[in-house]
């Protein structure tokens, strides 16, 4: 809850039925920057089920309307909508840095994969296809066509609050869907500033609305509510499972994006040096806080010794601080709660008797004393059975693994309740095809690391990361559109199929 405020700063309102306005709660809540916790960056409403129930009641007699506009003009909105966002990339990331702490570079990316996917769904205004197929009878047409739901729940974490929401309202908006978006409660200056983007392109009142707060309190009825056709969600695999049961009794379609524990696989043959570029930013990019964040590394017993030396002098020498500043490399953990987690996690590895190899430690001196920093971590001599290579961490903290063949590693890689992302580094065209064909994730790479997804292809995991869905690329269109098959009979007689069959 806000207590003293400096005068400068903002605070911002809910979006619904298109008008900026307050919970009627009468509760806000603070965002503070994770690399300086005295820098409040805004206050936001603390929303309450009527918040919820008036946004979804918004969307709904929004989407009467919305539905029936032409798809390749709804598109004509997206286009202006992603040349708006590219505008204002430079202060749009600020913003995101400042909030969740990942380094500038990071979040210029994030904002540009929102301007990526916006202009990539906007094609989709003009394609959208459907199949026309013969009929079996004579004088009949056949065809499918794709179909909006109606409301749809937009529920999304903090790692990239720009990204992911475009992936999921976009898409949604193009195939004349309406929405309702929760951010998380540590992002939502970038959701705001999506928000506004989407009201300055003009698209119409209610048919995008945003309610900011608490998973339970704003969540759940997004979960619940009847008025709801689709739940997309991207989050942790534990709510994942809260929002797929709550979602169930209504029969929503939910589409689930949640946790991972992604490897990158080193074979003898590798380019050990691109080896390690690749587990540097795979496992510390964005401080470990992706999704596809590259925690455990299988190596080759002939190789292991040479690459550990190399990888550990490596992450010793990454400069941590804040991501605004143009040193730095790693940013905090996202929150006080975040960094916790990975320190437990640490302890946890040195009980397990994994070997610390580097880092271990809390940052909390001189400039990163008010923020949650966390050196690089890296323990070897891990058991593939150990906590720390089975759990999801969130945060700096890689677990190398040694193998003595290819089916060890993979053996080892598949053997978590996850399948987002993988990777192998070989020179040997037939094992990475083996690798390619072997390993049980959403997304596989050759010679580069778990992370670097493109807006074209589809997204997403196998296993508890995902419920069988994907988003991105045309795939994403089938989370938010359902197929209807249209029989035209020109006959002028009663035609059955499968019973009047045709004799030649
Ligand atoms: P989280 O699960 O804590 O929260 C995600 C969202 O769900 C937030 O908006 C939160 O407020 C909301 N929420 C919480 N409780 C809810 C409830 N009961 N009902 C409805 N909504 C509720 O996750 P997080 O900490 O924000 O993000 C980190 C997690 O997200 C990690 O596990 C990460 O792997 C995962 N992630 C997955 C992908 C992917 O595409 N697979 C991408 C990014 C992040």
Same mark, same amino acid.
């Given at each position: ?324 500043? !143009?040193?730095?490399?790693? =940013? #905090?953990?996202? @929150?006080?709660?975040?960094? $916790?987690?990975?320190?437990?996690? &640490?302890? +946890? ?40 290579? !089975?759990?999801?961490?969130? =945060? #700096?903290?890689? @677990?190398?693994?040694?193998? $003595?063949?290819?089916?060890?590693? &993979?053996? +080892? ?60 690329? &045309? ?30």
């Amino acid at each position: 809850m806000a207590t003293s405020t400096p005068a400068s700063v903002t605070t911002y309102g809910n979006f619904i039925d298109g008008q900026w306005k307050p919970s009627a709660s009468g509760q806000t809540f603070e965002n503070r920057n994770p690399a300086n916790t005295d820098d409040l960056v805004g206050i936001f409403q603390h929303s309450n089920r009527a918040d919820v129930e008036a946004a979804l009641d918004a969307a709904r007699r929004a989407y009467e309307t919305w539905r029936l506009v032409p798809a390749p003009v709804r598109a004509e909105m997206l286009f202006k909508v992603a040349q708006l966002i590219a505008g204002r990339k430079e202060q749009f990331a600020r913003d995101m840095t400042r909030e969740m702490g990942k380094v500038l570079n990071e979040t210029r990316g994030d904002v540009q994969e929102a301007i990526d996917m916006t202009f990539y769904m906007a094609g989709e205004g003009r394609r959208m296809f459907g199949q026309t197929v013969p009929s079996e009878l004579r004088n009949k047409f056949a065809m499918s066509v794709r179909q909006p739901l109606g409301v749809c729940s937009i529920i999304t974490p903090w790692n990239f609050p720009m990204a992911i929401p475009s992936w999921k309202i976009v898409p949604a908006l193009v195939c004349g869907n309406t929405v309702v978006f929760k951010p998380a409660s540590q992002t939502p200056l970038s959701a705001v500033n999506l928000v506004k983007i989407l009201e300055e392109a003009g698209i119409p009142r209610g048919v995008v609305n945003m309610v900011t707060g608490d998973g339970d309190e704003v969540g759940t009825p997004l979960t619940t509510s009847e008025m709801v056709r689709v739940v997309s969600f991207t989050g942790s695999t534990k709510v994942g499972r809260i929002v797929n049961q709550a979602a169930a009794p209504t029969f929503k379609k939910v589409h689930l994006e949640m946790g991972g524990k992604n490897v990158i696989m080193i074979m003898e043959d590798a380019d050990l040096e691109l080896a390690v570029d690749g587990c540097l930013w795979g496992g510390f990019g964005t401080t470990g806080q992706r999704c596809t964040a590259a925690s455990r590394v299988v190596v080759h017993e002939k190789v292991h010794d040479a690459f550990v030396e190399a990888f550990v002098a490596r992450a010793r020498s990454l400069v941590v601080g804040d991501g605004l500043d !143009q040193q730095t490399q790693v =940013g #905090p953990s996202n @929150s006080e709660s975040q960094l $916790r987690t990975v320190v437990s996690y &640490v302890d +946890i590895g040195k009980k397990e008797g994994a070997t610390l190899a580097c880092g271990g430690n809390r940052l909390s001196s001189g400039p990163l004393a008010k923020g949650f920093f966390h050196e690089p971590t890296i323990f070897t001599n891990v058991h593939p059975t150990m906590r720390i290579a !089975q759990e999801e961490i969130f =945060g #700096p903290v890689v @677990s190398v693994m040694k193998c $003595r063949s290819l089916d060890e590693a &993979v053996a +080892i890689a598949n053997g978590v309740e996850y399948g987002l992302s993988a990777a192998i580094y070989t020179q040997d065209i037939n094992r990475a095809f083996v690798a390619m064909r072997d390993l049980y994730t959403g997304i596989f790479y050759i010679n580069a690391p778990t992370i670097g997804a493109e807006v074209h292809l589809p997204f997403g995991g196998t296993k508890n990361t995902g419920n069988g869905h994907r988003e991105a690329g &045309v795939a994403a269109l089938d989370v938010f559109s359902e197929w209807k098959s249209c029989y035209i009979d020109f006959s002028g007689k009663l035609q059955r199929a499968q019973i009047d069959v045709e004799q030649i």
